[in-house]
Structures are given as C-alpha cells and as structure tokens.
C-alpha cells in the first residue's frame, strides 16, 4: 500500500496496518530524511520510491514476512531495488541505536 493512501486513514487505523503509531511513523521519516540527505549530498537520480514508502516496504518485511519478490511486487520495482532500500533504512536504524 503506498503511503498516499494510508495517510487518509485515521490514527487508529494507520497504527492497525503500519504496526507504529502515526507520530513514531513521522518521526522515523524525518530521520530517513536526514540520513538521505547526508547520502545524498550531491544530486542524483530520483528514487522510485518516496522515503514514506520505503519505510512502509521496511515495515512490511520486518513486520509481515513478505519476500523481497512480493513486496516488490506491490510497489512495482525491482526486487534488487527493494533490497537496498531496506537493507539502507536498517542500517540508518543501527546507526541512530
């Protein structure tokens, strides 16, 4: 599910599907934010995915035990893609830890 429609959700029901409550979510996309901006000083190609949606790929591996292949799948990118964009997103995790 991308991230625009599970923002019109209320705060409820975001927490049912994401696992954290809205705030924690907003939270851990500003630390995403800020750890992309480091990465990504200079320009660069812009990433298929928003930084919400990368979260919620994360969320959904580590949360559901989706594969790769199926979360993939869901937002339409390439399963190495994914890969690296949840292997990136825990180690901002570790890094903050």
Do not use: C
């Not at 809205?22 to 500003?30: A, C, N, Y």
């Not at 199926?70 to 180690?91: F, L, P, Q």
């Amino acid at each position: 599910m991308k991230y625009e429609k599970l923002a019109e959700y209320s705060n409820t029901k975001f927490g049912r599907i994401t696992g954290v409550k809205r705030v924690t979510f907003d939270k851990m996309v500003e630390i995403l934010q800020k750890g992309y901006a480091e990465k990504h000083r200079r320009r660069g190609r812009t990433p298929k995915l928003s930084i919400e949606d990368l979260l919620l790929a994360t969320l959904e591996y580590l949360w559901e035990y989706r594969t790769y292949a199926h979360i993939a799948a869901s937002y339409g990118i390439a399963e190495s893609n994914i890969y690296r964009g949840i292997k990136w997103v825990n180690a901002i995790k570790l890094s903050i830890l």
